[in-house]
């Protein structure tokens, strides 16, 4: 109910986005425009099938082993719970992932910043299309989280209905944190000082949905194949408006190391 309820308020956000910024800014026709790209036949590469054949033999093997991996993340310290929650568990958050996009999409808007209005409009493209495609599946097939049962069962699937409970399958956390972590770190271009934590960021809220008895290991993992493909896919369309933007190294005042884009100025 809680999945369901947090994908609106998500679609509130992206459509009050869209409302917002459409005198100055191009989410809208970009969002439609990519949209749209996911029906052309020049679409998908022959890299994908091999994504999606190694990210399918991942999930298989999840669910073989959904019990055990599941019984050894059980929760042991109420205190670590609690600490898990609310450090990662926003990252995979509809509500606040979906604000903190379009606050930086607004911003890129006023300051007329183009590689921040590029960056973020990449993320909130993934988030959304990678939330309802979680929220489909989860209709389609209800299966039942470990919280929601006393014997621990991970195959207990009630098929397709619109009732609001037994969404476990896959995570909406997982494809939000992932979509966002993979769209980011493919719009600069994926270098490793930017990808390794946005991934691991990802990975953290992963594994807290596993441990806080909320997912299983594949829904997890299943959210986090399906984010990291619509991410990639996204950001890589959404760069072709701005194909010389990369995040570099750069050595700041005092011998401090930050972060620097290169933006072409036409």
Known sequence: MKSTFRIKIFLSIYFLSLTGAQAQCELISDSWANAGRWFKKDTYQQ?????????????SLAFY????LQQGLRITSS??????SSGFEPMGNPIYMGSAGLAAYLG?????NEELKGVSSAA??????????????KMAFHRVRPEEQELADPYRFYGPSLQR???SFPSGHSAIAFSAAASISEYYGN?????VPLYSLAGLTAWQRVFDQKHWPSDVITGA????????????????????????????????????????IN
């Open 165 to 167: 409970d037994r969404l």
């Open 225 to 264: 194949v399906i984010g990291v493909f619509i991410g990639r896919k996204i950001a890589t369309w959404q760069r072709e408006q701005n194909p010389s933007v990369s995040l570099n190294l750069a050595l700041l005042p005092g011998g401090a190391l930050g972060l620097g884009a290169r933006i072409p």
């Open 47 to 59: 890299e994908d099938a091999w994504y999606w054949l190694a990210g399918g033999a991942t999930i």
């Open 79 to 84: 205190d670590l719970q609690s600490s898990l």
């Open 65 to 68: 082993y959904d019990l055990p």
């Open 108 to 112: 890129g808007c006023i300051s007329g």
């Open 124 to 137: 909130l493209q993934s988030m959304l299309t990678s939330g309802l495609v979680v929220l489909s599946l």
């Open 191 to 195: 270098p490793w000082y930017v990808a």
